[in-house]
């Protein structure tokens, strides 16, 4: 799961300003997602959606809400999480990125949620930069070289922990903290990219205190140092002849992020779609997503199935032989992705976000509706877009077909039970 890559960020999905090889190979191999959505449009809730198969309307955590001093908001101990259905089910376990779904200690931090090993960021404010001190190894802090990029250093744990258990059921969860906002990397890496974006050699970026010049080439940069190491992932599986039975889903958490100095608009981040990172709008929460399972999915081929961020728990289920929790948004999306059974569809997908006002978002067929300022106007008329004639929501059409805004403004007000944490009310 990358941090903050947005639909167009992709060659294969149509980035034109530098080149993602690696990832590109990985869609061949496999099968592309084109209507695949992220559980919300920051990073915990979209976290917590894939963990627990639930959409914001009804997981624990619907944005990200701190605790001091260092890690977000914790969900309750009886919460079903995807590391403990594949760990019951025989599957050795581990995390290595930013996790942002429970304090260290808590009663879900990583170790707490099914994982047998974790490593990397708790917190995902300390994971807005790339060179620190700390990281954190199964809940307790290790330091670090203040030098070493810290992608480096989870990748790196991520790769010794597939070598380790290439020989029996694995699940390795990689939520990258790569390419959030600050757009840091060793300087030494930056020169050949800021040679090849030389015009923008006069910007700063600036983000959580952290100053790049020329953030431009460090996105470039850090997205191809992303794939870069996809390609390393995918070569080991190659190496220890595991690749072909083993699942790979590459997705992001949200949508492109406008802080840091990155330039969306230069790199057509959201590809044909409006909004960005906290929108609701396509461009906020369409998903560059991937899958490859050589045994089971035939190579190059594209999905529009409309599917989002809180299937993967049952899919994955399934691919494992494990069992699903009863009470859940997601549907398997084994038989979209092998070809193979009756494919059950969503009847809708549903959004919500607390920040800015609160807003909602509604998709069901063609129709995708979105309510803004929710918190002084919980009834106030959705806007309503056809997303296939116009992907872009560049004309509401509400005024055209009140009986649809009304049939999807009253899924919005029953896809969400109450949350004393995340209420639109303050």
């Known amino acids: 799961m990358a941090d903050d890559l947005g639909y167009g960020d992709l060659s294969c999905f149509g980035q034109r300003r530098f080149e993602t090889p690696h990832i590109d190979d990985l869609a061949e191999r496999g099968i592309r997602l084109t209507q695949h959505y992220a559980g919300s449009t920051v990073c915990a809730p979209s976290r917590c959606a894939l963990m627990t198969g639930l959409h914001t309307g009804h997981c624990e955590v619907r944005g990200n809400r701190e605790h001091q001093p260092e890690g977000q908001v914790a969900m309750s101990a009886d919460a079903e999480m995807l590391p403990e259905l594949l760990r019951d089910a025989g599957y050795a376990t581990g995390g290595f990125g930013k996790w942002g779904l429970g304090y260290p200690g808590s009663a879900s931090a990583p170790t707490a949620s099914g994982f047998d090993r974790f490593f990397g960021y708790n917190c995902q404010r300390h994971a807005h930069r790339y060179f620190t001190d700390y990281l954190r190894r199964d809940g307790a802090r290790v330091e670090t070289d203040p030098d070493a990029y810290t992608h480096d250093l989870i990748f790196d744990q991520a790769i010794e922990f597939v070598r380790e258990h290439r ?48 953030p431009v080439a460090a996105f470039a940069a850090i997205v191809s140092r992303l794939d870069r190491d ?35 608009e230069f790199f057509d981040s959201n590809g044909p779609y409006r909004g960005h990172k906290r929108d609701l709008y396509e461009g906020g929460i369409r998903a560059p997503t991937i899958a490859c399972w050589p045994a089971k999915i035939g190579p190059g081929r594209a999905s529009d199935f409309l599917s989002a961020g809180w299937d993967w728990l049952p899919t994955l289920c399934e691919a494992a032989g494990a069992d699903s929790p009863s009470s859940i948004d997601g549907v398997s999306l084994v038989p979209i992705l092998t070809g193979e059974g009756q494919q059950m569809p969503h009847e809708h997908l549903y959004w919500e976000f607390h920040e800015r006002g609160g807003k909602q978002a509604v998709r069901r067929g063609d129709w995708k509706a979105i309510r803004l300022g929710v918190a002084k ?50």
């Not at 029996?168 to 050949?192: G, K, R, S, T, Y």
């Not at 190659?238 to 492109?256: K, Y």
């Not at 649809?404 to 009253?410: F, P």
């Open 167 to 214: 020989d029996e059921p694995f699940f390795c969860f990689l939520p990258v903290a790569i390419p959030h906002a600050a757009m840091e990397m060793p300087e030494a890496d930056l020169a050949p990219w800021r040679a090849r974006f030389a015009e923008f050699n006069g910007v700063v970026g600036k983000y959580a205190g952290s100053e790049t010049r020329n």
């Open 230 to 264: 996809i390609g390393r992932m995918v070569g080991l599986l190659d190496e220890l002849g595991i690749a072909g039975n083993t699942l790979i889903v590459f997705t992001s958490d949200n949508g492109p992020h406008v802080e840091g100095g990155h330039d969306p």
């Open 377 to 426: 106007a919980p009834d106030a008329t959705p806007e309503l877009y056809n997303v296939v004639e116009d992907p872009g929501e560049t004309t509401n059409v509400a005024a055209e077909h009140p009986e649809i805004v009304r049939q999807l403004a009253e899924l919005m007000r029953l896809s969400r039970t109450d949350s004393a944490t995340f209420s639109f009310g303050g």
